[in-house]
């Protein structure tokens, strides 16, 4: 759901169509109208400097009281102003603030943001350039009720703006029901006070801009990938045989022109068809940004990858910016941060990344969803409580075939308090509707869990753990779970969370010997430590962007809503 104002939920109280129902290009057609009517009533002309319209501070003392009267009497304001009005009514009357756009260079330095919105991952046609611009032109006039009808119109404008660099465009939930993270909304009042003690609109959008480094690095990536297309983007490289180091191949040219655009390779050194030295090197280096296997062997998947258009490479940065504008401001000084596109996790201390390790997300159909917690607890030797779902679809047919292969991987019935041998019932009589047990495993080598979960209680029943399944992890794609979040070191980041979430007493090898123990042991963290579960396919690393694969279709999803578009889910 576009998201038309600092909280979207807000409906418009008066006559007009509700704030959720008004797309934004629909209102734009709407406010020209009415700022014909209303500002135009005086026969203005071209003016070259929007300062020039008011130059006195009587002027300006006159103009900011019809503000305030506009914001009390008139009904008929345009809907961006309507749908702010507290905010300007707390920034204008209650802070006394000052006018931020007659007589000033804002207005100019805002339409030359706005024009360059693309920089920013946002799209210009989204925004009234064309209605401020005309504003922007106007000469000096008598009708001060119509100047400061511009100025509150300039002033909302600028509040869209500043909530979409900020917070993103979309209500998380709206665009994709696995994204469980909260709508945030900006401060109004505060943004407009910010922008009334800066310099200028550049230095009031850099700082005001979401604060994650991984934010800035993309947005920096975005300008390269933008300059590569203006210039033409790159060729496609023909498929063919998989092409080995010290092999000649008429296709290495065209190999070679692709990865100087973007993985550093130099010109040939002898025969411009062998693949050999630096150009292996180029390759490898684009190999790893893909998620591939960065051997250097030129296979099928390294050739897509490369012919993926420098428009798509570009959606993928500008999907990636908007999530992260979905993410909690403040992430924590300590976090761990799972990538589910990425099959990745890190741990991060004071903005330095300390640790990363791979790990297996959900299958297509078992999505992990994406959202924010705190791991809270630790727990050695767990039980695996087979959800409902998996109990009745996955291992009930088991259970009626043959109890006994599941009772020898640890497997038991509880009822109540009861425990029961899942040799002793007869499962033919249960099913959906009709399947009163709890369904557990016991600790062990056959745990699913392994040895080791990673706890922050969620209604999605998702959380960090071990895995007997080790092969997996050296697969370059791992989305093989039902939805929870396999390490590929899990007793590492448990030492790690330990130490990180305040807990004393506990090292490497105390872990080894509870675990020795088949016993279960629950160690609660002094202070919980926030995990965060991301999905994005575009991310700088040292310098080099990596792109990988719309494995759940959520980038799909979300460039259909920036198109005014739907996707089933």
């Known amino acids: 759901m576009r998201r038309q104002c600092s909280d979207p939920r807000r409906r418009e109280t008066g006559s007009g169509p509700s704030v959720l129902t008004v797309t934004r290009r629909a209102w734009m057609a709407r406010v020209a109208v009415a700022l014909a009517a209303l500002c135009f009533s005086s026969a203005w002309q071209i003016s070259d400097s929007f300062a020039q319209i008011v130059s006195t501070p009587r002027e300006l003392a006159i103009i900011r009281i019809n503000v305030l009267d506009l914001l009390t009497r008139e009904p008929s304001l345009p809907l961006p102003v309507r749908q ?7 920034y204008y009357q209650e802070l006394g603030g000052e006018l931020l756009w007659l007589g000033s260079r804002r207005p100019n330095e805002f339409l030359a943001r706005l024009h360059d919105a693309a920089s920013d991952g946002l799209d ?19 009708d001060k009720r119509s100047l400061a009808l511009v100025e509150l119109y300039f002033s909302a404008a600028f509040l869209e703006y500043a909530s979409d660099i900020r917070v993103g465009r979309f209500l998380p939930r709206q665009v994709d029901p696995n994204f469980f993270i909260e709508g945030r909304s900006i401060d109004q009042t505060e943004a407009l006070k910010v922008l009334a003690g800066v310099d200028s609109l550049d230095l009031f959008f850099n700082a005001w801009q979401p604060a994650d480094p991984r934010y800035a690095e993309l947005r920096s990536a975005l300008a390269v990938y933008r300059a590569l297309a203006a210039n033409g983007g790159w060729a496609a490289v023909p498929l063919g045989a998989t092409l080995k180091p010290g092999m000649t191949d008429p296709r290495v040219p065209a190999i070679r022109a692709r990865l100087m655009l973007t993985d550093g390779a130099g010109p040939p050194a002898n ?6 030295g630096a150009l292996v090197e180029a390759a490898k280096r684009f190999q790893a940004r893909q998620g591939l296997e960065s051997d250097g062997v030129i296979g099928a998947s390294t050739i897509v990858s490369m012919n993926v258009p420098v ?43 300390e640790e990363r390790m791979a790990v297996v997300v959900g299958k297509p159909y078992h999505r992990t969803p994406v959202f924010s917690d705190r791991i809270r607890y630790i727990e050695f030797n767990p039980y695996w409580n087979v959800p409902p779902a998996i109990a009745l679809n996955e291992e009930l047919p088991r259970l009626r075939t043959n ?8 497997f038991e019935i509880v009822q109540g308090n009861q425990v029961i041998d899942p040799r002793s019932l007869d499962w033919s009589r249960y099913g959906g509707g009709n399947f009163p047990f709890q369904l557990r495993q016991r600790p062990g080598s056959n745990n699913a869990l392994g040895s080791v979960k990673l706890m922050f209680p969620n209604p999605h029943n998702v959380y960090l753990h071990d895995s007997p399944a080790r092969s997996l992890f ?18 590492e980041l448990a030492d790690q969370v330990l130490r990180a979430g305040g807990v004393s007493g506990w090292n490497k090898d105390r872990i080894d010997q509870v675990i020795a123990s088949a016993k279960t042991t629950v160690v609660n963290l002094q202070e919980p430590l926030p995990v965060h579960i991301t999905y994005l396919t575009a991310w700088v690393d040292g310098g080099a962007v990596n792109f990988r694969g719309d494995i759940y279709g959520h980038d799909a999803k979300l460039l259909a809503a920036l198109d005014g578009k739907t996707i089933a889910w």
């Not at 025969?271 to 050999?276: E, G, I, L, R, S």
């Open 84 to 90: 702010r009005r507290d905010a300007l009514w707390q």
């Open 124 to 142: 210009p046609k989204d925004y009234p350039s064309k209605q401020l611009a005309s504003l922007a032109a106007a000469k000096a006039t008598d």
């Open 271 to 276: 025969d411009p068809q062998a693949y050999d």
């Open 311 to 353: 428009q798509e490479r570009i959606q993928s940065i500008v999907m990636a910016m908007e999530r992260l504008r979905w993410m909690p401001e403040d992430l924590g000084k300590q976090y761990v941060i799972v990538n589910i596109a990425g099959f990745e996790l890190r741990r991060v201390n004071g903005g330095s990344v």
């Open 403 to 410: 109890p006994s292969a599941l009772a020898a991987q640890g």
């Open 474 to 491: 050296s697969r370059n794609e791992r989305a093989f779970s039902h939805g929870c979040i396999r390490l590929a070191r899990p007793l």
